[in-house]
């Protein structure tokens, strides 16, 4: 591909992206999901006007990555204290449940194995990647519909950036088992440091950056230095720690949150990821996705796949919601809010197959559910809240 070619992908994603996503709104859907849809009809699937190249999964990246860093810069601190514990008794629930979900699913499909074999760590595998969570799609749901800051959607938020240094711990933990080079100990201390470093490093950011705030505010020093903040622990978290980078960036963001620019810092970095990097973030999901390399065996295990990731995310989820003494209404839209795969399910899935715990041809499966997931999530959480808007008005109106 010559250099200048990649400048009408950007061009055709763009359009596409804002004609669907306008669409999707017309219809009361999030704009999200136009824009996923998007990806899907100018792929390999249907149009095949653009190919996920190097330089837009690259981009892609960098949209996730700016997600995250403004759902950090929107979230309530105090709040999401407050619901340290609770996100962390979700988090543990809402990997434990689809991890044994999708193991039993591959040994109903594919026969049990005995304890230890290679097929035993391969049925595992396909429980580990139904643990990720991916919630940039629900943050970008969560904010159209103006919840992002509720106790719902910052718990939802802490959820799941635990649940996936828990996923990956897992997955360390299985690659180990199955004879991989990386010691599970290696990892956890990882994590473990990662968050010491995080709590030293950011508090001292903090104080830099509030007294900056003194000096310069509203200056557009600020959300220039914050974007270099971004990207610094996004790649710090992934070169020193291992641990994913978009958890880096969200930290950065929870760094500024307390800062009295933080609504202007944060209005900057919407405008770069509303006008590019968002788009093409959730347009290369619908690019990934090719449905003629599917075949009866594959699809029959996909749809399957898909089903029993988003029923045990949600039960997992949902069910210990309620224990920790939310509604049924705020433990099914935590649930159903967690239910979201993205690029993590899709780190773990690469590193399955370079390790040779998934087959190529089941990675389809897991496209699936991304797409799915993706499509469906803002879709259920935009009814659930509706529902709850017409029961308030209703009684408002008695």
Same mark, same amino acid.
């Given at each position: 591909m010559e250099a200048y070619e990649v400048f009408l992908s950007l061009a055709i994603?763009?359009?596409?992206?804002?004609?669907?996503g306008l669409l999707a709104k017309r219809v009361k859907a999030p704009e999200v999901v136009g824009e996923i849809l998007a990806g899907i009809i100018i792929g390999p699937s249907l149009l095949n006007l653009v190919h996920l190249s190097d330089f837009i999964q690259k981009f892609a990246e960098i949209g996730v990555v700016l997600l995250m860093f403004s759902a950090g810069l929107g979230t309530n601190l105090k709040e999401l204290l407050k619901t340290g514990f609770k996100a962390f008794l979700i988090a543990c629930c809402g990997v434990a449940v689809p991890l044994v979900g999708g193991s039993l699913l591959y040994f109903a499909m594919y026969g049990g194995a005995p304890w230890g074999s290679p097929d035993f760590y391969k049925g595992v595998f396909v429980g580990v990647i139904m643990t990720a969570t991916s919630v940039s799609i629900t943050v970008q749901a969560l904010r159209e519909l103006g919840k992002l800051k509720t106790t719902v959607g910052t718990t939802i938020l802490?959820?799941?950036?635990?649940?996936?240094?828990?996923?990956?711990?897992?997955?360390?933990?299985?690659?180990?088992?199955?004879?991989?080079?990386?010691?599970?100990?290696?990892?956890?201390i990882q994590t473990l440091l990662f968050f010491v470093f995080a709590i030293v490093v950011g508090f001292l950011f903090y104080l830099l950056f509030k007294c900056m705030d003194k000096r310069w505010p509203h200056t557009r020093r600020m959300p220039i230095l914050s974007l270099a903040l971004c990207f610094a622990m996004a790649y710090v978290a992934e070169k020193f720690f291992g641990i994913a980078?978009?958890?880096?960036?969200?930290?950065?963001?929870?760094?500024?949150?307390?800062?009295?620019?933080?609504?202007?810092?944060?209005?900057?970095?919407?405008?770069? !990821?509303?006008?590019?990097?968002?788009p093409v973030f959730f347009a290369s999901i619908g690019l990934?996705?090719? +449905? $003629? @390399?599917?075949? *009866?065996?594959?699809?029959?295990?996909?749809?399957?796949?898909?089903?029993v990731a988003l029923v045990t995310k949600i039960i997992g989820c949902g069910l210990i919601s309620?224990?920790?003494?939310?509604?049924?209404?705020?433990?099914?839209?935590?649930?159903?809010?967690?239910?979201t795969?993205?690029?993590?399910?899709?780190?773990?899935?690469?590193?399955?197959? !370079?390790?040779?715990?998934?087959s190529s041809e089941y990675f389809t499966a897991?496209?699936?559910?991304?797409? +799915? $997931? @993706?499509?469906? *999530?803002p879709i259920v959480l935009k009814l659930l809240y509706n529902q709850e808007s017409s029961k308030i008005h209703h009684i408002e109106k008695e």
């Open positions: 994603i763009i359009v596409f992206s804002k004609v669907f802490s959820a799941a950036i635990i649940d996936d240094v828990i996923g990956i711990i897992v997955l360390t933990f299985v690659i180990g088992l199955n004879g991989g080079e990386v010691k599970a100990s290696k990892v956890v980078d978009i958890t880096g960036a969200y930290v950065a963001g929870i760094i500024l949150c307390s800062i009295k620019d933080h609504d202007y810092i944060a209005s900057k970095m919407d405008i770069n !990821s509303y006008m590019i990097f968002g990934r996705t090719d +449905v $003629s @390399s599917f075949n *009866t065996k594959v699809l029959v295990f996909a749809v399957l796949f898909v089903i309620k224990v920790c003494r939310f509604s049924w209404g705020d433990s099914l839209k935590i649930g159903v809010g967690m239910m795969r993205g690029e993590v399910a899709l780190i773990v899935s690469q590193k399955g197959l !370079s390790v040779g715990l998934i897991v496209i699936l559910l991304i797409v +799915v $997931s @993706s499509i469906l *999530t």
